[in-house]
């Protein structure tokens, strides 16, 4: 099937250029929850560019955070088995404080900080 991009917008043609791209090359995308348990992070403070986290108790009591970053998840749940590597790619919303603003702002996609981010998650 053949699709004509000049009926998507400039941002639109990217996403499906880059999608084109990473799974031409292997890579699978990765599709998470907007919400991780706050351990996670908590767990791995070092590894977030600012230790600043929304959180809030859900209705199953558990505390949640409002993802900061989607690599810990990935690294989380898809686990390959031993001695296999697995390649993904994500453009995911996050939701990081901004230092311009002093306010949390989500990145969304195809827009100023859009995360197309591909990675190999491997297990020895």
């Known amino acids: 099937?053949?699709?004509?991009?000049?009926?998507?917008?400039?941002?639109?043609?990217?996403?499906?250029?880059?999608?084109?791209?990473y799974e031409g090359a292997g890579y699978r995308k990765f599709r998470c929850s907007h919400f991780e348990e706050y351990s996670l992070y908590q767990q791995n403070e070092r590894f977030l560019s600012d230790s600043q986290v929304i959180t809030f108790t859900d209705l199953d009591g558990?505390?949640?955070?409002?993802?900061p970053d989607v690599t810990l998840s990935i690294a989380k749940n898809a686990q390959p088995a031993a001695g296999e590597c697995k390649k993904y790619y994500y453009t995911e919303q996050i939701c990081r404080?901004?230092?311009?603003?002093?306010?949390?702002?989500?990145?969304?996609?195809d827009g100023p900080g859009v995360?197309?981010?591909p990675g190999r998650l491997c297990r020895g």
């Open 97 to 109: 404080p901004s230092r311009e603003s002093h306010t949390f702002s989500e990145d969304q996609p």
């Open 62 to 67: 558990k505390l949640r955070a409002i993802k």
């Open 115 to 117: 995360h197309w981010r």
């Open 1 to 21: 099937m053949q699709l004509d991009l000049s009926r998507f917008s400039p941002a639109e043609r990217s996403t499906l250029q880059l999608r084109v791209l």
